[in-house]
Nanobody, 121 residues
Framework: QVQLVESGGGSVQAGGSLSLSCAAT????????MGWYRQAPGKQREVVAV???????DYADSAKGRFTISRDNAKNTVYLQMNSLKPQDTAVYYC???????????????WGQGTQVTVSS
């Protein structure tokens, strides 16, 4: 029943900004870590930014100073504000959440369907 739905992807010129959102829905008891990952054509998926339930954040070196991850626990939503975008940021961006469902004692990782971000030069 748990689903992650991303929105906010699109095309932008270098130097521009985009904001991504990901809302988790379903029979959710709690959400631990949430994060954003990306995968460019021919490359492995890589972490962009993660945020704990308490708000602690960690960023890939390539994202530091340009991207900001945040979350709204009341809405089960994680955001990624991306500024000063570069062509190298072009990828499919995936939302991730480590979620404990009602009736379960263990957490599982869930993934969104991915949203395309294209940065042109």
């Amino acid at each position: 029943q748990v689903q992650l739905v991303e929105s906010g992807g699109g095309s932008v010129q270098a130097g521009g900004s985009l904001s991504l959102s990901c809302a988790a829905t379903g029979s959710i008891l709690s959400i631990n870590r949430m994060g954003w990952y990306r995968q460019a054509p021919g490359k492995q998926r890589e972490v962009v930014a993660v945020i704990t339930s308490g708000g602690s954040t960690d960023y890939a070196d390539s994202a530091k100073g340009r991207f900001t991850i945040s979350r709204d626990n009341a809405k089960n939503t994680v955001y990624l504000q991306m500024n000063s975008l570069k062509p190298q940021d072009t990828a499919v961006y995936y939302c991730n959440a480590n979620i404990k469902r009602y009736g379960s004692v263990r957490n599982l990782d869930y993934w969104g369907q991915g949203t395309q971000v294209t940065v042109s030069s």
